[in-house]
T-cell receptor, first 115, second 110 residues
Framework: DSGVTQTPKHLITATGQRVTLRCSPRSGDLSVYWYQQSLDQGLQFLIQYYNGEERAKGNILERFSAQQFPDLHSELNLSSLELGDSALYFC??????????????FGEGSRLTVL | AQRVTQPEKLLSVFKGAPVELKCNYSYSGSPELFWYVQYSRQRLQLLLRHISRESIKGFTADLNKGETSFHLKKPFAQEEDSAMYYCALTYTGTASKLTFGTGTRLQVTL
């Protein structure tokens, strides 16, 4: 499958802990986007990377950070976890450099549960 | 700041009935509007974009700048249309992120 892949699919952890979510974009896509979907909320944009550089930032908490590596995969790091961080975290990729958004290709998401 | 509003969490219609999924947006510039769909056990995917002015799977959406709306319509609903639908907005500029609405679940029943 050459689509967007995210790992892990499910993750259960405790408050105060730190986790890393991983995303591999579609082959050839240079842009990676991270979204958070909490219960009854739409997809909230967190951050976007293009070819290794941060391109746009949304409502991302200071406890969260991300990066995109030379092989274009991306990681989202969530630290000092709180109950409210429990959500579905989506990664998406696209070809465009970020100035004009076309179609985003989404992964299946990583479901994080903080107990 | 841009915002997308989908007032209905759930829309239930009978097979063969017309469908209209509402989407309103707030943005002062010239937006680009999209509809994304998530079928059961599938990934979120693009359904259509206003700039293409196309009909996909029988669905159309017209951008009404006066009413700041981008409602999704289909004249005759099919069972396979049952899914979660998200309206999304962006604009050409330095920021490229898509702003999504909270989504509407369409349930087509026999």
């Amino acid at each position: 499958d050459s689509g967007v892949t995210q790992t892990p699919k499910h993750l259960i952890t405790a408050t105060g802990q730190r986790v890393t979510l991983r995303c591999s974009p579609r082959s050839g896509d240079l842009s990676v986007y991270w979204y958070q979907q909490s219960l009854d909320q739409g997809l909230q944009f967190l951050i976007q990377y293009y070819n290794g550089e941060e391109r746009a930032k949304g409502n991302i908490l200071e406890r969260f950070s991300a990066q995109q590596f030379p092989d274009l995969h991306s990681e989202l790091n969530l630290s000092s976890l709180e109950l409210g961080d429990s959500a579905l975290y989506f990664c998406a990729s696209s070809v465009e450099p970020g100035l004009v958004v076309g179609e985003l290709f989404f992964g299946e998401g990583s479901r994080l549960t903080v107990l | 700041a841009q915002r997308v509003t989908q007032p209905e969490k759930l829309l239930s219609v009978f097979k063969g009935a017309p469908v209209e999924l509402k989407c309103n947006y707030s943005y002062s510039g010239s937006p680009e509007l999209f509809w994304y769909v998530q079928y059961s056990r599938q990934r979120l995917q693009l359904l259509l974009r206003h700039i293409s002015r196309e009909s996909i799977k029988g669905f159309t959406a017209d951008l009404n700048k006066g009413e700041t709306s981008f409602h999704l319509k289909k004249p005759f609903a099919q069972e396979e249309d049952s899914a979660m639908y998200y309206c999304a907005l962006t604009y050409t500029g330095t920021a490229s992120k898509l702003t999504f609405g909270t989504g509407t679940r369409l349930q087509v029943t026999l």
